[in-house]
């Protein structure tokens, strides 16, 4: 039996709800991101020759990385929206 001069009474819940849970989660995964994507821009800092068409130029290799990533995504959209275009095209 439970003394009832206990805080909260026999309806209160020990440890944490759902919401606290969820909250607990999302802040680990944000710092867990952040701090994988801090060591990544560490390890990737060096110098690197890239070579362009007509040039060559020393550029770090986390923006060689970031650039080709976001080239890649721009890419991605267009063929998608080029390829739906023809689809759409051949139902009419």
Do not use: C, H, Y
């Not at 026999?10 to 944000?30: C, M, N, S, Y």
């Not at 710092?31 to 130029?57: D, H, K, Y």
């Not at 080709?68 to 929206?81: D, E, H, Q, Y």
């Amino acid at each position: 039996m439970s003394a009832p001069d206990q805080p909260g009474g026999p309806d209160r819940r020990e440890g944490l709800d759902e919401e606290q849970v969820r909250r607990i989660a999302l802040t680990g995964g944000v710092l867990l991101v952040l701090i994988l994507a801090l060591v990544f821009i560490v390890e990737n800092s060096r110098q690197v020759p890239v070579s362009f068409v007509f040039f060559t130029a020393e550029i770090s290799l986390i923006w060689v990385i970031v650039l080709s990533m976001a080239v890649g995504a721009a890419l991605g959209v267009v063929i998608k929206r080029l390829v739906r275009r023809r689809v759409l095209q051949r139902e009419d």
